[in-house]
């Protein structure tokens, strides 16, 4: 793999199928059977299980994102988390004593017991893949972001090739290691949804939370163009400005709560991101050429994030959810649906829902056709997308 183009999939829970939509239209742009177009994968939360996916089958683009594709579309709650009525209310009865007693268990505290899902990623992925996708130079880096509860560092564990060196900054760290399962269950281990997920002798959590900036791991690993895929409705018609014309007359419920807290954890800040490379360009265009070789940044990005609001999407989809799970959300968010389909967006492992987000992940890079093409036709050029 000679080009240093990196794939940057954001977290988002069930919202991640969006990226497999996006994903699913450039198997259509590009050559079919081609090799993965990317040397370096960078994932957060539910994105790191896409990137790894990918990873597993570099050697096979087109296969990588069909069998993506086939997880996604026939997901069910059950894969991910535990549905039945007693350990959903076993989960909440331990979460809400654990408020009042100290925590002395090693058992980590959650709302929802997810081990299905280490089932389904060990059946579904090949981590033996990575190290021979590397060794073929089909791949150069997989990098996978997780919180650590210990130091409250965001931490990237990555694995590479031998020119790829472990880094130390503010509150965030990358880790060499042999990436598996444990990995993509920190990363993804939403705080309160889901417990926290111990890797050697800390516990992490979702690697989204205190995660400053999206495409640092792929800077630090050597990225010279950035395709960024992020799953909140960043181009999707908002007026932040507009008065509020509805009278709440009702504080807002745990639910409603919850998904703002998750929407502050989960938002892609990623035109912020580009936005500082972008002036960190300027900056360094203007310098002297002697200088100026000594800064080596990307000038090539595109980032594809919905046109729709996915919260409205989720919405729609509530009803598919398993009854117990609409019990508890009910619960904790009131008995409007709008009041909660924030945090319903997160746990919608629905076969409707993510057909519903590959759609218009689809649609959206199909609208986007050309300056895909553009971002991979010469690895040689700098264009600002």
């Given amino acids: 793999m000679v080009n240093n183009n990196a794939l940057i999939l954001s977290g988002g829970g069930a919202r991640a199928a969006y990226q497999v939509g996006v994903l699913s239209a450039m198997g259509k742009i590009l050559p079919k059977g081609s090799s993965l177009p990317f040397s370096i994968l960078c994932g957060t939360s539910a994105g790191a299980l896409n990137a790894t996916m990918l990873a597993t089958h570099a050697d096979n683009f087109t296969k990588a994102i069909s069998t993506l594709a086939f997880v996604w579309r026939h997901l069910t709650p059950d894969q991910i988390y535990t549905v039945s009525r007693w350990p959903v209310a076993r989960s909440v009865t331990k979460t809400l004593l654990s408020l009042f007693h100290r925590q002395n268990s090693s058992n980590p505290i959650a709302l929802m017991n997810n081990d299905p899902l280490k089932e389904l990623l060990t ?13 073929q130079g089909q791949l150069s880096a997989l990098a996978i972001t997780a919180m650590s509860y210990s130091t409250g560092e965001s931490t ?63 800077l630090q690993l050597g990225a010279k163009k950035l395709f960024i895929i992020g799953v909140s409705g960043n181009r999707s018609a908002k007026n932040w400005a507009k008065a509020e014309e509805q009278v709440e007359y009702n504080a807002p419920s745990i639910g409603q709560i919850l998904g703002q807290l998750l929407n502050s954890a989960f938002i892609d800040n990623l035109e912020d991101d580009i936005s500082h490379l972008e002036l960190l360009n300027s900056l360094v265009h203007d310098l002297p050429e002697e200088k100026r070789t000594k800064y080596d940044l990307p000038t090539n990005t595109l980032i ?9 999407i989720a919405n729609h989809y509530i009803y598919t959810l398993p009854k117990n799970i609409r019990v508890l959300l009910k619960a904790v968010g009131g008995s409007s649906p709008e009041r909660i389909s924030s945090a319903a967006s997160y746990l919608l492992f629905t076969p409707e829902y993510c057909r519903a987000l590959i759609d218009l992940g689809r649609q959206d890079a199909m609208w986007e056709k050309d300056r895909i093409m553009a971002f991979f036709e010469d690895q040689g050029e700098n264009k600002q997308s």
């Fill in 156 to 218: 990237t564990f990555f694995q590479g090739s031998a020119d790829k060196e472990a880094w130390k900054g503010k509150r965030r760290r990358g880790k060499e290691t042999m990436l598996n399962v444990d990995h993509l269950l920190a990363s993804s281990a939403i705080p309160t949804i889901f417990p926290a997920h111990k890797v050697q002798e800390h516990y992490y959590g979702d690697g989204a939370i205190r995660q400053k900036s999206a495409i640092q791991p792929a």
């Fill in 123 to 135: 059946n579904h992925l090949d981590f033996s893949a990575i190290a021979t996708a590397i060794d």
């Fill in 304 to 312: 594809i994030s919905p046109s729709e609001e996915i919260n409205e």
